[in-house]
């Protein structure tokens, strides 16, 4: 059975940072790409970051900017993101998202392979 538990949200004040991880279990990690999506209250979806099945392509929503870091590790299978210059428009649940193919940001939708998700909460 797939099972992705994410960690590491909180409240954070604007242009501070947090890191979140999701570990799995389940399914041969290292096979798959994983991604991150997370939701506001009465917002749609939105696709944060995916990398690759082997940790060398990596992609980001365009309101990152350059702010946040996707990495693997494929011993520990664990995905993580860092979460950095965290603004209050980054406030949402953030859900970790197993691929169904090694290829950055393909077939991801299957929302029976998320996670719970982690709330991350920006504001001062």
């Known amino acids: 059975e797939v099972t992705l538990v994410e960690s590491g949200g909180g409240l954070i004040q604007p242009g501070g940072s947090l890191r979140l991880s999701c570990a799995a279990s389940?399914?041969?990690?290292?096979?798959?790409?994983m991604g991150w999506v997370r939701q506001a209250p009465g917002k749609d979806l939105e696709w944060v970051s995916h990398?690759?099945?082997?940790?060398?392509?990596?992609a980001y929503g365009y309101f990152v900017k350059g702010r946040f870091t996707i990495s693997r590790d494929n011993v520990k299978n664990t995905v993580s993101l860092q979460l950095n210059n965290l603004q209050t428009e980054d406030t949402a649940m953030y859900y970790c998202?197993?691929?169904?193919?090694?290829?950055?940001?393909?077939?991801?939708?299957?929302?029976?392979?998320w996670g719970q998700g982690t709330q991350v909460t920006v504001s001062s």
């Open positions: 998202a197993k691929c169904d193919s090694p290829r950055t940001g393909y077939r991801c939708n299957d929302r029976r392979y």
């Open positions: 389940g399914f041969a990690f290292s096979r798959y790409a």
């Open positions: 990398i690759n099945s082997a940790g060398d392509d990596t």
